[in-house]
């Protein structure tokens, strides 16, 4: 059973406006405007924690980079750049850097280089 709404306010704010397009349900600004997204880092010790999986993902090995201290779109390039250091695919993913492969030493190094401070994590 749907309730319906006795004003416009009670509908929890402007969607979508010809002036500015579509609008960001949290801040309310136009959607290529939008604040929300783009200054968020992860709260965290500020150490990159790298490890090895394959749990989950039929048997394939991933080397996963967690904890980096960097905003989306920084995040994005690094993966970017680490994908390319390490000459294999791999993708971002919630805030997760995932690299094909057992990548563990060179993603190491590589973050070490870049100045962040690294750790392996897990066996």
């Keep these: 059973m749907v309730k319906k709404a006795a004003s416009f306010a009670a509908l929890g704010g402007l969607v979508y406006s010809t002036d500015g397009g579509r609008h960001c349900p949290d801040c309310n600004q136009p959607v290529d405007a939008c604040i929300c997204k783009q200054t968020q880092i992860p709260a965290g010790d500020g150490i990159a924690r790298v490890r090895r999986e394959t749990k989950g993902r039929g048997g394939k090995t991933v080397t996963t980079v967690t904890g980096v201290p960097l905003a989306e779109a920084e995040l994005k390039e690094l993966a970017s750049a680490l994908k390319k250091r390490c000459g294999c695919g791999g993708g971002l993913k919630d805030g ?21 401070k690294a750790k392996k994590s897990g066996g």
Aim: charged residues 35%; negative net charge.
């Design 96 to 116: 997760v850097i995932e690299i094909q492969g057992d990548m563990v030493d060179l993603l190491l190094e590589e973050l070490a280089k870049r100045g962040f």
